[in-house]
Every structure is written in C-alpha cells, then in structure tokens.
C-alpha cells in the first residue's frame, strides 16, 4: 500500500532526529501520539502537536509513562496507529505495558531516546543503556522488534519501518535512538508519497460470529479488527486461547506464549537489516550501531590509510539479533570491535554469537565524546597484534 | 525556585526545629550549596516518587521531619500524593505550582519551545491548552490533608509562616506555592519576574476559604491563604493505637512515645 | 421485563444475549454481589437504549476485573490499575465509542488513583463503576485503600490503620460530571444509574458497595454474603444530592447512598475538537 | 399477601401471575433470592447440586408475582421469573 | 512414596486438608512431605485441590502427575481429576456429593458421607477433618497420633476440641464400616 | 554479627516458601517492608505484616508497586534494612525506581515471586521468565545480586544471604523465587539466632565533615550514613560525583561516569567470585552438565538420576547466584564436557549466557517450557541422552522439543481448562 498524500511535507528538510521521527510516523499514517514529556525526547511531542491541526492527529499528554503506553495500546484497538516517545527513565516506566502490547499482540511504535543512565543519569548526554532493556525489560517471555536509527534521515526512514514491521508482525516495536541522533540537525529528504510503502492493517475479513482475536492465519500473524464494529470479542493479558478467553494451565502457556517467540524468530530473515562496509577482505570488523556507527566508518577509513583492513557491519535491527551474520564473519575475521556508548551490552551478543571464533573487543563510549576515533583505532590496532583467541570479550584501557 | 528556598530557610528557623532532623526528598533539583546552607538531608529522587520515598524515610526513622518539595504538580505523582494524604502520613509537602496546565486561547503556539539546556524537572511541559487544572487544596481536602495553604512565591513571609506552622504540625500538610512558569494569563505580556509580581498583587488572602472555591481561574483574583487546619490522627499515631489496641503488650509502638 | 427465550427446550436466561455464556459460571464466589452488578449493568445497557455495538468494556485486575470477560460486548481485561489509562486510549481513539471501565476498588482507586483523578480532571468521556467490596479478594484478603479503620484483612492482621477513601468525594474533588453510590442490593436504582451515566458525556463514576463473602466478611466475622446484604438493607440511607464530603464509610457504619453530582462540563474530546479547529482557523 | 395499608385499586388491578426457572447448577448457594423474594415464594432445599451447593427451590408457586427481583439480585443468572397467564392465554 | 490429591469446592478445607497431613508427616512423623496447591479464582469458584507428596527421602518432584490416593469432596473435581488416579489407586469421597460414574476395577473405593457428619456434628465446615481421620485410618500413610497433633496444631485452640472430634468420627467410621 | 533473637522465631514449621522468607527478612534484620499485594507473593508479605510488629518492624501497604519501591529506598536511605516483595508485572512497575536505588546504592531486597508472563499471565502459575530481566530491566548500566532459591528451607536462608549481600555490597538484590517454590509447603527449620550470621550496614564512622558519600572503600563500595545525623546530605539519581553533586555538564561528565556508573558496574563485576555461590555435582568426569537454577534443579535431578541409570556420565552445576553470571565456571567447564544441558521455565534467557561463555566448545542444549508447570523428568532425560550422542560441534542454541510442545503443535491436542 502507497502512504496517504495527506501531510506529508514531500521535499528536503533540515530536520533534527527527533523532528525526522515525527514527520516519518505522520507519513507511516500514525495519527495518535501518547506521551508524559521527558529529556531529550520532548521534541517528538512537540512536533507532533504542532502537526496534529493539520492531520487530524490526536494528542494526548498522559499523567506519567504508564498511561501513555496504555492508552496508545487502547487507541490501537480502534483503528488508529500510534507512536509514544520517551527516554530511559520513561523506558522503564513502560516495562508493564510492553508485556500487554506483547500479549495482546497489538502493533504500535515505541521511540526511546536513549541518555546517560541509570536512574536520572544525565538527561542531555547521549547514552545506549537501554538496549537489553528493550529486549529483556518486561518480565515474562517475548520477542521484540527494535532498530537503531544512526542519522536523522534514518529516524525519518526507520519510524515508517518500525510501523510497518509492527503492523505486519502485530507487535510493539521499539526505536532505539540516543539524544546524539536525535537532536543533531541534519539533511532529511521526505519522498513523494507514492514512493513511501505502508503495510496496511491486517484485518479480518470472515464472517462476524466467527471472529477469534488470536487465531493465527496462514502467515502466523492474527488478524484484528476495531473496537466498534459488533465483533463483541474478547482480549485479556491473562495467558489466553485463540478466543481471547483465559485459560491457565500448562498446555496453554505454551499455546499461546511460544507463538509469541516463533512469530518473529521465523521472520528474522526478513525483518533483520544492516549495512556492510568493506567486510568482504576485513580482517577486524566494527559491529556497532546507533551514533557510534558514524564514528565507525571514520574509523574505519583512517585505520585503512595506516594499512589496517577494516570493515564495518552496522545493525540497523538490533532486535532480533543478526545472529547469523556475525557467525559467519566470525569465521574470516581476527576480531569484532564494538563502541558502545553504555559498559557493555550488545557486545555480549557479539560475543555469544562468535563462538570463539573471533576475539571481541569492547570500547565502551559512556565516557567520551561519541566522535571520538581515538580510541577505537587504538582497540584496532592492538587486537590486530593480538596472537591467540581470547576467551571472553576484552577491554583495552588506554 | 530561589524565594521558596529563602522562605524555607525562614521557615526552618521560626519553627525552632534542628535542621539535621529534616529531610527533603524532592523531584525537584536544589543546589548543592542550598543544602549545606539549609543543613538538610537532601534526596532528589525520580519523577514523582518524591512522598513516596519520604513515606519510607518518615518510616524507616520516625524521628525525622520530611518535607517532599514536588514540582511534577502531582501529575505522575498525584497517586502517591492522595495515597499518602489518606493515611495521613507525617510529612509536608510544599508544592511548586507553575501553571503547567492553561486554559484555551490566546497563544499562537500551543506549546513553549524547547530551546534552552533544560532538565527534566526543571519544567517544559508541552500541557496542552486544553485541560482543566487541578485545584490542589480541594483534593488534598478530598483525600484528608490536615493542613493546606496557598502562597504565590512573593508572599515570602506568609509563606515561612505557614512553613515554620506546618513543620510543626504532624500530620499530612500541604502548602501550594505559586511561582511563575509558562504563561498562564495569556493577555497578561509580561516576563517572568514581572508575572510574579502579577500574581503578586492579583491575588487576594481568604484565610480559611472553603477548599471548593479556590479554584484558579484565569478571570479571577488567586485566593491565597491557609485554607485548612484540622487534627486527625497520624498514620504512625493511628499504627501505634490499633497495634497496641489488639497486640497489647507484645507490641512496641514505632518510633517511640512520640511517634 | 423478562421474556422466555427456547432454543431446542433449553432454559435461557433473559441476559444471555449480553454474557457471554460459554464463559459462565463465572469465578466469583458464593455470596458475591460482582454477578448482581453485571445483572444491573446488563440490564442498564438494555434500558439506556444505547448501540451495543459502539460501547466498549475495559477492566482492569482484580475479582471484579473479570468482569469485562462476562459481558458480551468488545472487553478488554488489562493489567492492573491502568484500565482508565487504557480506556482513555480507545475513547480519544475512537470519539464515537462510550466506553465503560468496571473494575474494582483495589485496581482503581489504589495502584489507578493517578488515572482515576487524572482521567476526572480531564473529563475523559467514560463510565466508571468502581465495585467496593473493602478488600483485595482476587489475592485472598489484603487491606485495600478502601478497608475501613480497624477493620482486619491479611496484610493487615492486627486492624486497618489507614482512614478509607471516601470515592465519591474523591471523584467530586477531581472533576467528575457524574457520582452515584448504591449498593449491590439497592439493584433497581444501580439500574437506573448507570443507565443514567451510559447516556451521559464526560467522566461518572459509580461506586457499588458489594459484600465480599470469602474474605472481608470472614475475616471481619461478618458471617456469609446473605448477612452484609442485610446490614446493607438495615444500614443504607438515601440521600440524593448529599455533599460529597459527608459519604465516608466506617466499619460496619451507616452507608450514605445516592446521587451526588450531576453536572455539565466540557469534556476532552470536545475541548480538544474546539482547540483543533481554533487551531486550523488561525492558519 | 399482606399490604401495610389496603391499596384502593386492589379490586382492579388483576396481580400477574409469574413462573420461576432455575438453573440449579449454577446456583452458588448464595440465598439472596429466598431471602429477598418478598412474596416468600423461594426456599433453600436439601439436595446438593453438581457444585456442592443447595440451590433455591419454588415453595409456594402461587404467590409469584413476576416481580424479577430474583432475577436481578442473582449473581449466578441462574434464576428468572416469566408472566404465566401469557402462555395460559 | 506416596502421591496423593484432595480435590473439592472453594470452601471446603482442602487446601488444610493437605497442610494438615502433610505436617503431620513430616513434622510429627519426620518423613518429607512436599504441599503444592492451585491459587486464585479457580481455588474459589470451581474444582480446587492441594496435592501432597510423601517419601522416606528428600522430594523432588514437587508435583502430583499420577496420585497413589484421591480423596475427593465434590462432583466437578470427582470428574475433573478423577481419570489421573492411578489404576490400582484409592478413592476416598464424601458418598453424598459425589456420585460415581464408570467404575475403573482395580480402584478401591471408600465412600463417607464427611459433610453430612459435620453438619451433625455442628458446622459443615469440617467436614475435611472429618475426611482426615478417615483418611488416616484407610491410608495409615500417617500416625493417627502423628494427625492429630497435626490437627490440633492447626486450627484456633478454641476449635481444637470439636476437630478432634470431627477427626475421630471419620477414623472410627472407617474401622466401623470398612 | 549475629541475628537478634527478636527477630527469630526458631522452631520446626510446615510452611509454605512466601511465609519462609517473611520469617527470613526478619531473622535477617529487615525493619520495613513496602509491598503490595500481587498473586503469588502476597503471602510472604502477610507473614511479615504477622509477625513483624511484635518484632517492632513495619509493614505498610503502599498503593502500587512504584510507590512500594521508592518507600523501601526511602526507609533503606533512613538506615534501616528493607525489603519489597513482588512478582512479574510489579517487578516491571519497579524498574524504573531499581535504577534509581542501583544508583543510590541503597542496599535493599525484592523478593520476587516468578509467574507466568508476559503480561498478566498465568497469576497462579509458575514460571522463571524474569529472570534477564531482574538483570536488564532498568534503563542504563548496573549490575544487580540474584539468587534463585529451590525450596522453602532455602528461600528462608537465602533472604537472610540476600540481606548479607545488600549490605555488603550496597546494590539490590534479587530472590528470584518462583511460583512452584513460593507456594509449596515443607519443612522449615528456623535455627537459633546465635546460628544465623547477619552483614551489619557499613557505617561511616570517621569525622563528620570529611564524609563523602560515594568515595568508595577499597572493595569499590562506600560507606553509608542514616538521614538525619546531620551529615547534610545530597543524594541525587542523577550522575553524581563522590559527594553526591550532580553532573550537568559533558566536561566533567568523563570523570564521574568512571567514578560512579562504571563503579556500579565494577563492584559487582570485580567482587563476582566472592559473590558466586554454585552447588556442583558429579562435573569431574562428566560428559553433559545440565546447567539449572531454582526449582528446575530441583526437578532435574529425577532426569539425571535416570540418565545415570543409563550410563550416561552426566554432571550438574546449579546457580545459587544466577547474577552475577558465572562466567569463568562455564569457560572452564566448556572445555571438559561435550555439552551444556540448560532447563529452563522460560524461551531461553540465561541459556544465552551459556552459549556465550562456552565459546563455541561445547553444545548447548536448551529445554524450553512456557511456565505454570515444570518440566517432566522425560523431557530432561532425552536432553541429556541426545547431548551424550551429538559428537558434532553445533553452533547455536538447540533448543529441545518438548513432550508438551510436541503434543500440541504436532498432535492436535485441543486446549481445555
């Protein structure tokens, strides 16, 4: 499905990320936004209100995260496609609520601008400390869906991604930006409308009595219908049959939970993505992503000025992980480099994903400034020297 | 924020209680050397969880005097602020209104801009036009405050009053102190300090209103005062009754004779 | 009222076509009034006229929670507390929809306060009705905000010592258009409220005192359900218009039932329909 | 049937005539409706349903008067009231 | 070891029941005794149950799969749980609220009308000791002295004296009857 | 130190796991508890409302989870021992408020009682979902104690441990309890108090002025000391320095990002090997290791003990202290056996930390159950039997098909209550 003509701002813009994020979900036809303000993702909501008049859109500032995320979840239900935006602190406040998107298999886009953390950390510092919390942080098992924009043009292209794959797959998904991404000003080109592909809604299309709100069809995905129109059905977050109603035992927990895991992990293929510079002769390869993957590719071109073949992989879905890819690098390459702004969270998937294949470097980004490419060609080039696999990942202290 | 802390400062002082027996868990920042100046414990906790965590302190050492400063208005915290009015816990709170919320019309940008460094707590807020406010005094009435007051910031005596007064009341006491935030009298022009001012001198003293009436509406004068002041058993007083009521002897009760 | 209904000589009973009774019986215990409450509310949605289709159930957790699992109408069962928040959601959503949150004073008064206030401050067009049975039963007899002082429960095994809720003054502080109070045995007047308040725009809320068999009364020694619906006849006075503020409930007091507040006020929807359009005028 | 004062229309108005359907076992044995049926037509019988409970039984059919308050105290819906002269008619 | 399951309604005692024996198995009889029960609404509204099990050493496993012995008090947990019992395994039931349906012939059976005892008794409430004191002198997995201060360590002392009672009313019926 | 005699109630008791760690937190000194009621935990929060004002500590019911949490670090911060207790989608309500008590360093224990997710669930059912997310829930780095106890014997001994943890180490920590364990009855044997060992809080005692409170000890941990000893405390869950200052600005974000959040990080990193607790059995020689915690442990052992019938040379590591992970154990172990064997009532959540620290050298084999149930020996036993045979090295996790998931997926099997 081509998008709706209506209020797309077609044309080149100078737009910082988290404006690129609203202008990308107005596109993706998210006309409903939730949200409690929040340091460094305000600048969503704003712009989303000041766009609002114009589309018709909805906006709601709730009285803290909890009730925005619920209320986008209710929203959704009706018909509409939603977005809500936060950071860490917010994150952590929706941890619930992600669970009963999860179950309730409701689609919806959740942007996390990500600052220093823990706890209040420091709101205008960029941070990556959320990103197992993305994938871990409600309790309970799921899946879930998250990419990592690098530049506000990929806030603007990820935001319509992140509403497609979460209509398609009918789950929360998660954009996991950093206040680096999200407030720098940068060149953001909005195509024509019928350049921009829209995954429409999954409806159901049987017979009114027969409607079960989660049975799956032939792709595994359930179609939904809105609240309104006589279906009279039921949904709980209880562990529940393809009815809706609650049933707890044992058989059904794995009925309806395990699909949930399945859902995605047969899709992987489709929904990972990421871009590969110059891994085909590398013999160390950068994994990063978010704002250290432009740090990366500098790095990447001084390393190979001093002689050194270096490559970069940079995961635009973090979530599910490219487990595959980074195996078979494994195999050809000495050694993984991953900058991180946070002490050490995806590289532990970097690590997992090796098998001792390859030594993993760490090069933690909490304390410096993210254009900092001193030391990631440090961390090249000692590990370039390194002789023998090394088991477990290791950290160069400079 | 500087002439509430000053006015605390006053306050402390009046009441004649040692400063080292308060503690302030607070959502909003104070500075470093306020506190030292201040000689109080000092916890600047997250987002509207401010009487909650002071609930554990007054709990956890029933000796202490905890003054929660909120400036989320009670939005992700209005729970917690009912709640604990309920159980009439011993705490009080001083609660920073800037006029987040506002009335329909007049501003062309329904939101201010977001231009300046600014942490959270420091309060944007994006409040839409649209909602009506709270009237804070009625519902801390509805939910059992013992002690409730209204000064705009300027009214710095007043206010160390009701301060150095409530410190020395037990019980949940709330005290509602209006400092200039986002425009809230849209026809009004005026910058931030000039709006003080404003507030200042639009507002009227009704000692004793009832809590239904003090509404704030763009169109009339600020009713500022004390509003109420009533005894009702604390909630560490109502612990130690019914807990010795039933227990007898095998009970100790908490914190001592004094509660 | 009631009309026989036969299909192949089985006994219908005339609120069938409302429950969903393929999930009947339902979990609730003996004595409970939560299923006289659904009776009332299934009768209310048949007197108040309204397009079955375009009104929507939200619960939250609790016992009465499930409620939204019995009622033929789209339900949604959420998590705890946030059913206002969720039904918030649905009816910006959607304007058309009348949305209607039943769940129970634990799940909205408690861990919901802030959505429940919030929600009235903004005049969220929505019904309300809060069952008040005194006590957390789902998770077997915990003291609720609204457990009367010295009144036991389990995680209060030596006698309440926090003052209750008194609801109706709580949602008349925040700005609710609508607050009525029965009991699950003053069934006909219930009717007419929430049928009353499924017709009316903005926030009411509707509080129902309902006995708690299993825990409350067990605990307290109050006997069975049959007992406190008898102390509720013996001890309910009606008092149509009574400041709100005189409604609070001790243990085992005289109970003020009523309407209280009937009101007009703009609610969210509308402001915001007005905002929108002053908004596009000005450009 | 008792009145607290004779009505004046007594003579006039024909009093319906109703029929109680139960389903006993739904009953929870709750004894709102025996109690609160205030023509006394209910009581509590002896035999156990298939939950264990004693569900209500008709004592006196007569006296019913359709007035549904059975129907609506009931938590179960498991007890209803119909107009019997329409099917006699 | 011994896997064995009370079933019944909401109400009823079963989940004591279970506590009950299995304190006094591993508490006065010093085996080990390992209780799991079903929570929530399902314990309340319809078939709840406990199950226990009992070894000569240290459990495992904590959960019933396949019980040894059944004691059951109501209709819907009679034909809910009735098709786990082992196929030589016990049958204890309470003779007015559970009527049989098909007879599997290595089961053996021991009806006692427990509620209709307690009714008499005074409260129908313990029908469940009742059940225990049958069920101790029909199992004799327990000591009958080992149950009964497992009995009277577990209700209000003021109680004490009419458990007993209840308790020895099911014992003797099954020296009486079976 | 040992525990005051106040607190233990010593004796013989037949109690459920809930209540074992109520008298647990007691014995171990725990002077306040904030909870709030939620299916399975509910009943160690009522032990301790019972019998905590005898002992003069305080329950108080809160009105939600957030509130709960903050309470606990506010009561924590007044120098008392503290403790909330909890389950699934409470523990999600907290996350936010356990960065900030990680921040904080406010020693403080949640008992978490697992059951089935996501989402509401299976209330009344059990499950070990949780368990990545007690380490990753909250935004931001820290690391955070869990322990996974396995009967309710240990979950009285390892509240009182969890509590000894917290204080030496200032940091939350977790019981990661499940529903089967939380609510199954047995033998608790409450000893005597000069028998339990209790952390007492690390109190600054030096000059008043001179008091900082995050300049950490040698062990990377500070000193506390109580609100209201007029030290004039600034305490802030923003990026501190060591005298509790916040950090604004990006110049001197460096310094304290490597003196506090890496310090958060290290603490518990660097300390792991005195922190670990692991019960091994029978790895010397082994062929497979089934690597488990809490109540699949405990059931593991019937399909072990089968396997071992069978000749099949299998060993078991069970994690006492799932977090801090065991790293170095598994490396080690990965060399020796051919496989890891990995019982979870999950998808897999810690069996990626095995594959990840066996470095491709042995494999890793998951058996995957949803939760409100456990697993059925047969199911670990084939595990073990296919992870003695498997001779290739296979990369990635093979995740075990189970009886259950066999019966539903494959043999039609129609959902019923």
Not at chain 1, 111 to 116: M, P, S, T, Y
Not at chain 5, 132 to 141: D, E, I, N, P, Q
Request: proline fraction near 6%; glycine fraction near 8%; charge should be neutral.
């Amino acid at each position: 499905m081509k998008a709706s003509t209506k209020g797309i701002l077609t044309g080149t813009h100078n737009l910082s990320g988290n404006e690129a994020c609203v202008e990308g979900a107005i596109a993706a036809g998210c006309r409903f936004l939730s949200g409690y303000p929040i340091q460094p993702a305000i600048e969503i909501m704003q712009r989303f209100l000041e766009r609002a008049p114009e589309v018709e859109a909805t906006y709601v500032q709730m009285e803290d995260e909890i009730s925005a995320l619920a209320a986008l979840l209710g929203a959704v239900w009706t018909g509409k496609k939603g977005i809500t935006a936060t950071s860490g602190p917010g994150l952590s406040l929706m941890m619930e609520h992600i669970g009963l998107g999860v179950m309730l298999e409701t689609p919806c886009v959740i942007v996390d601008v990500q600052r220093v953390g823990p706890s209040i950390g420091i709101p205008n510092s960029p941070g990556q400390g959320d990103m197992m919390q993305a994938r871990w942080g409600s309790h309970g098992d799921y899946e879930i869906i998250a990419l990592s924009p690098s530049s506000p043009q990929e806030m603007f292209d990820f935001t319509i991604k992140a509403f497609n794959l979460s209509e398609r797959y009918r789950t929360p998904v998660a954009i996991m930006a950093d206040e680096y991404v999200a407030h720098i000003r940068e060149k953001v080109v909005i195509p024509p409308a019928k350049e921009i592909k829209i995954e429409p809604r999954n409806y159901y299309k049987g017979p009114k009595d027969k409607y079960l709100p989660f049975k799956r069809d032939k792709n595994f995905i359930p179609p939904m219908v809105d609240i309104g129109n006589g279906y009279k059905f039921h949904v709980t977050g209880l562990t529940h049959d393809d009815q809706g109603y609650p049933i707890m035992n044992e058989e059904c927990q794995e009925y309806n939970v395990h699909p949930l895991m399945w859902k995605i992990r047969r899709y992987v293929d489709d929904i990972i993505e990421f871009q590969e510079t110059k891994t085909e002769d590398a013999e160390v390869v950068i994994v990063s992503y978010g704002a250290p993957s432009r740090t990366a590719l500098k790095a990447i071109k001084q390393a190979r000025k001093s002689g050194i073949k270096v490559g970069s992989l940079k995961l635009d879905t973090v979530w599910p992980f490219p487990e595959k890819r980074i195996t078979e690098l494994a195999k050809k390459v000495k050694a993984f480099v991953v900058p991180e702004m946070n002490y050490g969270q995806i590289v532990l998937e970097v690590e997992r994903c090796s098998y001792g294949n390859a030594n993993v470097v760490f090069v933690s980004y909490a304390e410096k400034e993210v254009d900092n490419i001193d030391d990631l060609l440090s961390a090249i080039k000692q590990v370039i020297k390194e002789k023998e696999a090394r088991k477990g990942i290791i950290e160069y202290h400079t | 924020m500087n002439p509430i802390i000053t006015a605390f400062a006053k306050g402390i002082k009046k009441s004649g209680v040692k400063p080292s027996r308060i503690s302030v868990p607070s959502d909003i920042p104070f500075e470093p050397e306020v506190v030292k100046h201040l000689g109080v414990d000092f916890f600047h906790t997250i987002r509207g969880r401010a009487i909650a965590f002071g609930t554990g302190l007054k709990l956890g050492n029933p000796d202490l005097i905890v003054v929660p400063f909120i400036g989320d208005m009670m939005t992700i915290g209005g729970n917690h602020f009912v709640h604990g009015g309920r159980r009439n816990m011993d705490l009080l709170i001083i609660c920073v209104n800037n006029f987040v919320y506002r009335e329909i019309g007049g501003k062309s940008a329904p939101i201010q801009k977001c231009e300046k460094e600014q942490t959270t707590t420091q309060k944007f807020s994006p409040y839409s036009t649209f909602e009506k406010p709270f009237n804070a005094t009625h519902l801390a009435n509805s939910c059992g405050a013992v002690y409730t007051a209204r000064w705009t910031a300027l009214h710095t005596d007043e206010l160390a009053n009701s301060i150095a007064e409530a410190l020395n009341k037990r019980g949940f006491s709330v005290i509602e102190v209006l400092l200039p935030g986002p425009n809230y009298y849209t026809s009004i022009k005026e910058t931030d300090s000039n709006l003080l001012n404003f507030y200042y001198k639009n507002s009227v003293i009704k000692n004793g209103e009832a809590p239904r009436f003090v509404t704030i509406t763009p169109k009339e004068k600020i009713i500022v005062g004390k509003f109420i002041d009533k005894e009702r058993p604390t909630f560490i007083e109502q612990y130690n009754a019914q807990l010795s009521k039933t227990l007898g002897d095998k009970f100790t009760p908490h914190g001592g004779k004094n509660g | 009222m009631a009309t026989l209904k036969t299909k192949s000589n089985e006994l219908i009973h005339p609120m069938e076509h409302l429950l969903r009774m393929d999930r009947i019986p339902h979990i609730w215990c003996p004595g409970c009034g939560i299923g006289t409450a659904v009776t009332a509310f299934a009768s209310a949605l048949e007197k108040s006229k309204i397009d079955l289709d375009k009104v929507c159930i939200v619960s939250g957790i609790g016992c009465t929670g499930r409620v939204a699992g019995y009622v033929k109408l789209d339900s949604f069962h959420t998590t705890h507390g946030r059913a206002i928040a969720f039904a918030t959601g649905i009816t910006l959503g959607n304007p058309d929809l009348k949305v209607v949150v039943f769940s129970g004073d634990g799940d909205l008064i408690s861990i919901g306060g802030n959505h429940f206030i919030h929600a009235a401050r903004r005049n969220i067009n929505m019904l309300v009705i809060c069952v008040n049975n005194f006590i957390y039963a789902m998770t077997g007899g915990q003291v609720a905000p609204t457990t009367p002082l010295s009144a036991y429960a389990t995680t209060s095994p030596f006698g309440c010592v926090e003052p209750p809720f008194n609801i109706p003054y709580i949602a008349d502080s925040s700005g609710a258009v609508y607050v009525a109070r029965w009991t699950a045995l003053h069934i006909r007047r219930l009717t007419n409220s929430m049928a009353e308040a499924l017709n009316k725009p903005g926030f009411s809320v509707i509080e129902v005192i309902s006995p708690c068999a299993m825990y409350y009364s067990r605990i307290n020694k109050l006997g069975d359900g049959l007992d406190m619906m008898k102390f509720y006849h013996d001890n309910s006075e009606i008092k149509h218009g009574e400041d709100t503020k005189n409604l609070d409930i001790g243990f085992q007091t005289k109970i003020t039932v009523g309407k209280f507040v009937d009101r007009e006020r703009p609610t969210y929807t509308e402001s915001y329909k007005k905002w929108l359009s002053e908004i596009k005028r000005k450009k | 049937m008792k009145h607290w004062r004779t009505p004046f229309d007594i003579e006039e108005v024909k009093v319906p005539q109703g029929e109680i359907h139960i389903i006993k076992d739904r009953c929870k044995g709750c004894s709102f409706c025996v109690e609160y049926c205030p023509k006394d037509v209910l009581e509590m019988s002896e035999e156990y349903n298939a939950k264990g409970y004693h569900p209500p039984r008709v004592k006196n059919p007569e006296n019913c008067v359709n007035c549904g308050l059975c129907e609506m105290l009931c938590p179960e819906f498991a007890i209803w009231s119909t107009l019997k002269e329409e099917n006699e008619d | 070891m011994a896997e064995i399951r009370f079933a019944g309604y909401g109400g009823q005692g079963i989940i004591r029941s279970g506590i009950i024996v299995g304190k006094g198995a591993s508490i006065f009889d010093n085996k080990f005794a390992t209780m799991s029960q079903a929570f929530g609404p399902e314990a309340r509204g319809g078939a709840c149950s406990s199950q226990l099990v009992i070894s000569e050493n240290k459990i495992l496993y904590p959960y019933v799969t396949r019980p040894d012995i059944f004691v059951v008090m109501s209709q819907e947990a009679y034909e809910k749980f009735e098709p786990e019992l082992k196929e030589d395994g016990l049958l204890l039931y309470d003779s007015d609220l559970v009527k049989l349906k098909k007879k599997r012939e290595k089961i053996k059976l021991y009806p006692i009308p427990a509620t209709r005892f307690a009714e008499e008794l005074g409260n129908r409430i313990i029908a469940n000791v009742v059940m225990l004191g049958f069920f101790t002198a029909v199992t004799k997995l327990v000591s009958k002295e080992g149950m009964e201060k497992a009995v009277a360590d577990s209700v209000p002392p003021r109680f004490k004296e009419l458990n007993l009672k209840a308790f020895n009313k099911g014992f003797q019926h099954a020296q009486d009857g079976n | 130190m040992k525990a005051n005699p106040r607190n233990v109630n010593t004796g013989i008791y037949y109690i459920d796991g809930d209540v074992a760690s109520g008298q647990g937190a007691l014995a171990a000194g725990c002077r306040f508890i904030g909870g709030y009621p939620i299916t399975p935990s509910t009943e160690a929060a009522e032990a301790f409302a019972k019998i905590a004002p005898k002992a003069g500590a305080v329950f108080i019911q809160m009105e939600d989870e957030l509130a709960s949490i903050a309470s606990v670090i506010g009561a924590s911060c007044a120098g008392v021992k503290t403790m909330t207790i909890t389950s699934g989608p409470g523990y999600s309500l907290m996350m936010e408020t356990i960065g900030f008590g990680a921040m904080l360093e406010t020693p403080f224990v949640i008992l978490n009682i697992q059951r089935g997710g996501p989402s509401t669930g299976a209330p009344t059912k059990t499950g070990q979902a949780d368990m990545m997310q007690s380490r990753w829930g909250s935004h931001g780095d820290y690391e955070i104690i869990a322990i996974a106890p396995e009967s309710p014997q240990e979950l009285f001994d390892y509240t009182i441990k969890a509590f000894n943890l917290a204080e030496k180490y200032r940091c939350p920590v977790m019981i990661m309890a499940d529903e089967c364990v939380g609510h199954m009855t047995e033998k608790v044997v409450i000893p005597k108090a000069d028998e339990i060992e209790i952390e007492p809080r690390r109190f600054y005692n030096g000059p008043r002025d001179k008091y900082l409170p995050f300049k950490p000890d040698k062990d990377l941990v500070p000193k506390m000391v109580k609100a209201g000893d007029g030290y004039k405390l600034y305490i802030t869950g923003h990026t501190h320095d060591e005298k509790g200052y916040p950090i604004l600005t990006q110049n001197s974000k460096v310094k304290t990002q490597k003196s506090t959040t890496r310090r958060l990080v290290d603490k518990i990193k660097l300390n792991a090997d005195k922190i670990i607790e692991l019960k091994e059995e029978n790895t010397d020689d082994a062929d497979v290791v089934v690597v488990s915690y809490g109540i699949s442990s405990r059931v593991a052992v019937r399909g072990i003990e089968k396997a071992r019938e069978k000749g099949i040379k299998v060993g078991s590591l069970r994690l006492v202290t799932v977090w801090p992970f065991p790293d170095k154990k598994i490396t080690e172990l990965a060399k020796k056996v051919k496989a890891f064997v990995v019982p979870e009532i999950n998808y897999g959540q810690v069996v990626f930390d095995v594959e990840r620290c066996s470095h491709g050298e042995a494999n890793v084999i998951l058996i995957p159950h949803g939760g409100a149930g456990v697993h059925h020996p047969d199911d670990i036993l084939s595990a073990i039997e296919y992870a003695s045979k498997e001779n290739k090295k296979i990369e990635g996790i093979i995740e075990h098909k189970t009886k259950l998931e066999k019966l539903i997926f494959e043999e039609g099997y129609k959902l019923k209550e």
